[in-house]
């Protein structure tokens, strides 16, 4: 089983942005498909994109997309998400996740995240 | 808000059987994934593709899906089992995933 190790905690002001690097261990990262969750305190887990494999865009939610961009190092072997213009209530332990598929069919497939990273904390504060 | 729907808690008692559901539209396409957490810990994947287990994930846990809902079953649930599920799938649209807000379950 291969690994996903996430970088350190971070405090940052109102309207800084943050890099949230995610590490593979054990793997290739190029033959994956990494994903990015957060959790608010108290809160459940909420998708928060990943990188589309056919043009190398960032995937994400209509809310966030504006403010969000997933990366990849392949040489490092390392992912990163980055969200813009902080605000508190994105203050939430973020999580990488490596996505599994298998598919049944043209249009019959499952999907699902493991292993995930162990999160990491951002904090806005002024 | 998310598409799917789960209970926000349920409880049971020591060795008897509960049931954790997750409702959405998306359910009638898309198959679902359970993920377990406990307080301050990662996620950890307990279901995938309707009922399948990782390896290590005891054999008391499994999974069903019924329409647009699916449902986690544990049989003879344990201290241990005391957590958070959340279920996760795609959404309508295919291209965008999404997590149901969680059920807090009680061994009692």
């Known amino acids: 089983q291969f690994q996903l190790v996430q970088s350190g905690a971070e405090v940052k002001k109102p309207g800084a942005s943050v890099k949230v690097s995610c590490k593979v261990s054990g793997y290739t990262l190029s033959e994956l498909s990494i994903h990015w969750m957060r959790q608010a305190p108290g809160q459940g887990l909420e998708w928060m994109g990943t990188l589309d494999s056919e043009d190398g865009e960032t995937v994400s939610p209509q809310k966030i997309q504006d403010r969000v961009t997933v990366t990849e190092d392949t040489s490092t072997n390392t992912a990163y998400l980055e969200l813009r213009g902080l605000r508190s209530d994105d203050t939430a332990v973020y999580f990488c996740?490596?996505?599994?598929?298998?598919?049944?069919?043209?249009?019959?497939?499952?999907?699902?995240?493991?292993?995930w990273g162990q999160g990491t904390l951002v904090t806005v504060s002024s | 808000s998310s598409g799917l729907t789960q209970d926000p808690a349920v409880s049971v008692a020591l060795g008897q059987t509960v049931r954790i559901t997750c409702q959405g539209d998306?359910?009638?396409?898309?198959?679902a994934s359970w993920y377990q957490q406990k307080p301050g810990q990662a996620p950890v994947l307990v279901i995938f593709?309707?009922?399948n287990r990782p390896s290590g994930i005891p054999d008391r846990f499994s999974g069903s899906r019924s329409g647009n809902t699916v449902s986690l079953t544990i049989t003879g649930a344990q201290a241990e089992d005391e957590a958070d599920y959340y279920c996760d799938s795609r959404d309508s649209s295919g291209r965008h995933w999404e997590f149901g807000g969680g059920t807090k379950l009680t061994v009692l």
């Open positions: 998306s359910l009638r396409r898309y198959s």
């Open positions: 996740a490596a996505k599994q598929w298998e598919r049944h069919s043209p249009a019959e497939e499952d999907t699902w995240f493991d292993p």
């Open positions: 593709g309707l009922n």
